[in-house]
């Protein structure tokens, strides 16, 4: 007698319920609109996808600040606005039967915009961004809360940070990329310190029932010589 499959029986995540193991991982195709909402395009496209037999969908990386997106055609979660455009993704891939996920990300010093913020000022192409403040620090902490609490009212059925890929998470956990002298920098215990917060503002922002995922990546998006040494 055949056993089933592990990979298409049945898991549970935090009050989920998943019809099988196969997850879609988030990928960024560029098919938001110019000001990060949600297109006819994303839609057509998150549609085939969900319609593919995976569980769940974890949307690709979508913004929590203006100063955030690694391109124009990021989808964005930074205001109000884009609610009822990420409603209806939520509900095209649960019309497909999986679930859906969506990721939240600020890309520091990969950011497309020519001022950039970002852990220290470390040059990036021909670009040279800004150390962050406290101030901005606090900023884009609160965005990631915001962002969250956004993609739960658009009714996804969890959220994902994303701490990979070299992006602003990574930059504060690298030596690599994290050159700061003050609370945020030196010590792994300082340098988690973003990371932290982000998390702990994000399980704040919407609840201890709601599922909250993290993506970890060691990569920095730099040459191996001196880069992933997390
Ligand atoms: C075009 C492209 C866009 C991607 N966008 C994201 C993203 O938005 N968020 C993320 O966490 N990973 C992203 N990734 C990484 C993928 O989720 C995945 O981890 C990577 O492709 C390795 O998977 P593989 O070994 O199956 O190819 C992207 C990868 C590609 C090729």
Same mark, same amino acid.
């Given at each position: 007698?055949?056993?089933?499959?592990?990979? /298409?029986?049945?898991?549970?995540?935090?009050?989920?319920?998943?019809?099988?193991?196969?997850?879609?991982?988030?990928?960024?195709?560029?098919?938001?609109?110019?000001? &990060?909402?949600?297109?006819? !395009?994303?839609?057509?496209?998150?549609?085939?996808?969900?319609? $593919? +037999?995976?569980?769940?969908?974890?949307?690709? @990386?979508?913004?929590?600040?203006?100063?955030?997106?690694?391109?124009?055609?990021?989808?964005?979660?930074?205001?109000?606005?884009?609610?009822?455009?990420?409603? #209806?993704?939520?509900?095209?891939?649960?019309? #497909?039967?999986?679930?859906?996920?969506? #990721?939240? @990300?600020?890309?520091?010093?990969?950011?497309?915009?020519?001022?950039?913020?970002?852990?220290?000022?470390?040059?990036?192409?021909?670009?040279?961004?800004?150390e962050m403040t406290h101030e901005e620090i606090q900023r884009i902490v609160d965005g990631f809360a915001e962002g969250a609490r956004r993609v739960k009212e658009?009714? /996804?059925? &969890?959220?994902?940070?994303?701490?990979?890929? +070299?992006? !602003?998470?990574?930059?504060?956990? $690298?030596?690599?990329?994290?050159?700061?002298?003050?609370?945020?920098?030196?010590?792994?215990?300082?340098?988690?310190?973003?990371?932290? #917060?982000?998390?702990?503002?994000?399980?704040?922002?919407?609840?201890?029932?709601?599922?909250?995922?993290?993506? /970890?990546?060691? &990569?920095?998006?730099?040459? /191996?010589?001196?880069?992933?040494?997390?």
């Open positions: 007698m055949n056993t089933p499959s592990l990979l /298409f029986s049945p898991y549970g995540i935090k009050g989920v319920s998943l019809k099988n193991r196969i997850i879609m991982a988030p990928m960024f195709v560029g098919y938001a609109d110019p000001d &990060g909402t949600v297109s006819s !395009l994303v839609l057509d496209h998150y549609r085939e996808m969900a319609g $593919s +037999g995976v569980s769940m969908v974890v949307v690709e @990386n979508a913004s929590v600040d203006p100063s955030g997106s690694g391109s124009p055609f990021i989808l964005r979660v930074d205001h109000d606005r884009y609610i009822s455009g990420l409603a #209806q993704l939520a509900k095209t891939i649960h019309d #497909q039967g999986a679930l859906a996920f969506l #990721q939240i @990300n600020h890309a520091g010093r990969y950011a497309y915009l020519r001022e950039r913020l970002a852990t220290s000022p470390l040059k990036t192409g021909k670009i040279v961004p800004r658009a009714g /996804f059925d &969890g959220v994902e940070i994303h701490g990979g890929t +070299g992006y !602003l998470i990574v930059q504060f956990l $690298s030596p690599r990329t994290n050159h700061r002298t003050d609370a945020y920098g030196g010590a792994l215990e300082n340098r988690m310190r973003f990371a932290l #917060q982000v998390t702990d503002a994000v399980l704040e922002a919407v609840g201890k029932d709601y599922p909250v995922g993290y993506r /970890f990546g060691d &990569g920095h998006c730099i040459p /191996f010589r001196d880069g992933r040494d997390l």
